[in-house]
């Protein structure tokens, strides 16, 4: 088990928003995280930039899955919402189950902040009128001089229709 002393996601940005090698590797190291969970079917359902975990050599890696996945077992029994609202996928926040698909969601927010180096909608609050936007399709505003292939496949993670999101699977074949 690695131990990540620097920082959570949120924290580590600023040394990654300068290089893309480090952040692809930074997001493969996700994405592949993330891929071993759905192959074991396990959800993380709240998958955020406090989740991920940073320590001093650049490695990156999934946090409270465990008990993310077994407390939104029981919220989603209750049908509550559980998350921070900007990496919640539409549909989760409309009332539907997590599935691996919102989690691809969840992830394509961690890839717009990667690439803007802010948390996503942060100059807003985080309430009803945010998830109500997300629902209607808002998304974080894409950055300039982003490539395109990388803007691509971070819709694609977004769309608004989860049968259309790739794979965790997919995901790491397209980075590597």
């Not at 192959?39 to 320590?55: P, S």
């Amino acid at each position: 088990m690695e131990y990540a002393n620097k920082s959570n996601l949120r924290g580590c940005l600023t040394d990654l928003t300068n290089n893309w090698e480090q952040k692809l590797y930074s997001l493969y190291k996700i994405i592949a995280g993330l891929n071993n969970l759905h192959r074991e079917g396990l959800i993380h359902c709240n998958l955020h930039d406090g989740n991920i975990l940073c320590n001093q050599y650049g490695n990156v890696c999934i946090s409270d899955y465990l008990g993310s996945y077994q407390f939104a077992k029981y919220l989603l029994k209750k049908n509550n919402i559980y998350g921070v609202i900007p990496f919640v996928a539409p549909e989760v926040l409309r009332g539907k189950p997590c599935t691996p698909a919102s989690d691809i969601y969840s992830f394509s927010i961690i890839m717009w902040e990667f690439t803007s180096g802010i948390p996503p909608f942060n100059d807003r609050a985080h309430d009803i009128q945010l998830a109500s936007s997300i629902c209607k399709g808002e998304r974080p505003e894409i950055i300039e001089n982003i490539p395109q292939c990388y803007i691509d496949l971070m819709k694609k993670c977004w769309n608004e229709d989860p049968s259309k999101r790739p794979s965790a699977s997919e995901i790491l074949d397209t980075i590597k």
